[in-house]
């Protein structure tokens, strides 16, 4: 154990130590508990409940039940659960109009009951005999009283209008006779109210004298999701006055006995009792707020009664009971009918009530479908019988008359199909089958139980297309169905493709003009899957109607001969002639005699005479060939030099002659230009005016064959002009065989030549002149050719050393320095430069080999070749490979010794 314990400590500092630099490199540490147990996929909360919105049940709280489906009905339809989540309180949807604010004035008449109070304005107008018209407007004072000028005060407080009309009469008589007055009253008092519990919008409101408590419960909203619209209380002076029902409004239109508000009354919105949820077929399915001891019928009849469609004996109840849901399956026809019946149950707080609907499938009919004129269903009533049912829906033409199939269910469900004689049925002469309550009848088309015989006529016919063969039907049928043949259609050959095998057909050749003529051996007549081919006249003759025209015309080529054809509708047609025409028309037209020596027949015609509409009688034929020959260019056009550079007036010249020489041509320019260097004067010239076309393909020729002898290096598609890289490996050993030394292979790469197909050759012609005094006597001996360019440059002061030096680019020119020199400042060759095949481009434009160039002058161009590199990338040896080695050096000392 101590030596366990030993070789463990180290170890364990070792561990120690890890952690600690762990802990300061602040990197997160976790418990190896929590490392080895998995993580646990996060579970899914359950959602958050919407906020409840006014007007609508309060969501219950999520459990496990919200997380499954809604378990379907025996009719796949959702159940009573899922149907209560969707629908609202009612009632509440009402208040949603309501205006905010804190004054309730409404516009309404003031109801007969009204008493008057502090502050309601009065208007009295009284006259009489002995007094003019006198009108009075007050207003109810604190103490009730109303005071009139000259009369004094009537009492007006607490009375109703009616009564302080008559106080105001008697008051009136005490003091005039024969008397007349009326009595407004022209505004009423405000007072305050509040509105407590559960309202949508308590607080308190400034309500005119005459509005009544539904005036103030319309204003605050109605009552909150939780608050009652049963049972909402007026108090005042802390005493219970009135209660109101607002579903009497809501569903029968009624309001109770009118209650006024006075001041500082109170309006309470209590919570809400038990709630009750009605769905289903009625007309108003919502969730209803009932009363104590109310009944299912109660509830029913808030909810508008049942629909038409409502299945009346199941009305399925569910609630809960003892801590469990529970479901009743009650009568709704019997329940309402009589009230006092044993499912007319009294309702709890979270019932749910749902009125199942008729079957959706429709009874006592039976239907047709198919082929007829009026598919659809049918009472059965109507058409008892498979024929009565035929009869009415009456099959179209192109029925399977053969057979109709009749669909019956058995009473298991399963399907069973009875089979109808169609024909045999309408005629009488099939034994009619009654009818069943959903039996279902199949009447097919033709096309749909039976092979239709088709015909196909293809080609120069005026509409190709598949057609349907009728009893009889012949070529001559098909053809006037496909609308005729057309006039490029040939008369004596067309193909008739007809089936003798499953994979074997018959060719038939017929004549069409035949055919169409009524001869039995042509106007076959036709079988299924026949197809006729109507070849056209050009199809199945050989006829060479071509004539070819080259030369100065605007469109050559081969054009088609037409008969009456003259020479001066071929030069028409072929675009006119152009303006390099000679001026004559050289016919050609073959000699077609086998023992004639001369192979074609030469006519010559001034083009002028042709164009003018002489030699019409000459025809024209297929095979002849007509050419208009170019006018010599000295004809066209003069021949012309372009000058560029340093000319005192460079510019496009026209050669004097042919052969103009180049001094000629630099004294008409002006000379050269003070700064010009006429030793680097260069002469530019057309590739065609220097090499033939057989020269051209001949120096193609050889270099696509210098080409081949090169390694099979290049890029696919052959036309590479840069050197290729290729990886090469090459093995070499590495330590002693017999000390377990093994070969190593190193790769190396190797670039090849470039290809010499395809390079862009130079058009510039250089002169090998190194003698300046030598060129410049020579240089004005030089003959011109039309589009040749003469250029002369700028005297220059570098001297440009370009390829594989260090840094390529111009050099100052210094005419003690040898061309090495020149290298150097450069930089120096690179690593592959190859001075043995390096060049220099003379000014002139000629080329010299570097090692033949003697002298630089200003404006050569040292270009340095590269060469052919082998590279080899660094190796990394091993730490085996190194010690092989120097085993392998101490037994090869050893041996020595």
Known sequence: MPRIRSLLRPVTVCSWRLLLALLCAGLPMAPVWAQAAPEAPPSTPPAASPPVKAGEAPSAAPDAAAWLPPAPTSEGRPSPAADAQNLKLFGFDFFDAAPAGDTVAPDVPIPAGYRLGENDQVRIRYWAPAITETTVEAAVSRNGFVVLPGLGQVTA???????????????????????????????????????????????????????????????????????????????????????????????????????????QDVVVFPVAGARVTVGGEVARPAIYEVLENDRVADVLTLAGGMKASAYPRILRLRRVEEGRRVERTLDAQALMADRTHADNVVLRDGDILTLENV????????????????????????????????????PRVGTYWQRADLTRMLPDGTPVVIPLPLKDLLDGKAEDVPLQDLDEIVVYRSDEKAIVPLATVEGAVKHPATFRLGDGMRVSDLLFAAGGVLQEASEGIAHLYRRVGPNDFQII?????????????????????????????????????KVTAVGELQRPGELTVYQGMTLYDLILLAGGPTNQAAGTVEVAIPVTNGDAKERAEVKTFPLEEVMGGKHREEPVVAGMLVSLPRRADRLTQPPKVELKGRFRRP???????????????????GGLAEDADPFGISLTRTREKMLSAASAEQIRTVMQAMDQLLPATASPDGNSQTPDTQ???????????????????????????????????????????????????????ICLCDGDVVEVPRLSDVVQVLGAVQSPGPVFFNEKWTPKQYISSAGGGAPDADLKRSVVIKVTGGVRPFREAKRIDPGDVIVVASKHQVIQPPVQRSYRDVLFDLLGVALVVRGLR
């Open 157 to 263: 407080g607490g009375l109703t209008r009616e009564q302080f009309r008559q106080r105001v009469g008697q008051r009136l008589r005490e003091h005039y006779k024969n008397v007349s007055f009326t009595v407004e009253l022209v505004e009423t008092r405000t007072i305050t109210v509040f509105v407590t519990g559960a309202a949508r919008r308590p607080g308190r409101y400034t309500v005119k004298a005459e509005a009544n408590l539904f005036n103030v419960i319309y204003a605050a909203g109605g009552a909150s999701p939780e608050g009652s619209l049963r049972q909402v209380i007026l108090r005042r002076r802390n005493r219970q006055v009135a209660t109101m029902d607002v579903y009497q409004f809501l569903t029968a239109g009624e309001l109770p006995a009118e209650t006024l508000m006075a001041e």
């Open 359 to 394: 079957s959706s499938q429709v009874r006592d009919r039976v239907s047709v479908r198919g082929n007829v004129s009026f598919p659809g269903d049918y009472s059965i009533q109507r058409a008892a019988t498979a024929k009565a049912l035929l009869t009415e829906a009456r």
């Open 509 to 545: 050749r017929i004549a069409p003009k035949e055919a169409l003529a009524g001869n039995p051996e042509a106007n076959l007549v036709l079988q299924d899957e026949d197809r006729l081919v109507i070849y056209r006249q050009k199809e199945v003759e050989y006829r060479y109607d």
């Open 651 to 669: 510019g496009t010249y026209a050669l004097l002659h042919e052969g103009e020489d180049l001094q000629s041509l630099i004294a008409r320019a």
């Open 727 to 781: 990886i090469l490996e090459t093995g070499s050993p590495s330590g002693l065989p017999l000390l377990g030394g093994s070969t190593r292979v190193d790769r190396v790469l190797l670039v090849s030549p470039r290809r010499l197909t395809g390079m862009p050759s130079n058009t510039r012609i250089g002169f090998q002149l190194e003698d300046r005094e030598a060129y410049l006597s020579r240089m004005g001996k």
